[in-house]
C-alpha cells in the first residue's frame, strides 16, 4: 500500500504562484508515471502533467509554458504552478499510476486532493 499525501494548496490572486507537493508513504523505484490531475465543480477530472520513470515530462496545452513537475527523489513530487488563471481553479490531484512493489500486480493510487483557489 502507499498513502499520497497533497500539501501547498490555497488561495493566490491571478498571476501569483504556488507550488504543491505530493510525498508518499514509501519509495516509489518503479511505476508508469506519477501524475498531478485537477477537477473544478462541475467538470470532469483532468491531467494537468506528468512525469514517467525515466524524468520525461509533458503537461496538457492549458499550463504548458505555466506549469512544469518535477520529483527530488523517491518520495515525492511537485507541482510548480506560475502565472495562475481564475481558470486553474480545482482541486489537485497526486497520482501513482501503475506501481510495481515486490512481486504484486501494478496498481494505482491517489492522494486525497488539495484544493486551489485563483481569484481574479
Known amino acids: 500500500q502507499v498513502q499520497l499525501v497533497e500539501s501547498g494548496g490555497g488561495s493566490v490572486q491571478a498571476g501569483g504562484s504556488l507550488r504543491l507537493s505530493c510525498a508518499a508513504s514509501r519509495n516509489l523505484y518503479r511505476f508508469n508515471k506519477l501524475a498531478w490531475y485537477r477537477q473544478a465543480p462541475g467538470k470532469a477530472r483532468e491531467l494537468v502533467c506528468a512525469?514517467?520513470?525515466?524524468?520525461?515530462t509533458n503537461c496538457a496545452e492549458s499550463v504548458k509554458g505555466r506549469f512544469t513537475t518535477d520529483r527530488d527523489d523517491a518520495l515525492r513530487m511537485f507541482l510548480q504552478m506560475n502565472s495562475l488563471k481564475p481558470e486553474d481553479t480545482a482541486v489537485y490531484y497526486c497520482n501513482a499510476d501503475g506501481v510495481t512493489i515486490g512481486g504484486a500486480p501494478p496498481r494505482t493510487y491517489w492522494g486525497q486532493g488539495t484544493q486551489v483557489t485563483v481569484s481574479s
Open positions: 512525469i514517467t520513470m525515466s524524468g520525461a
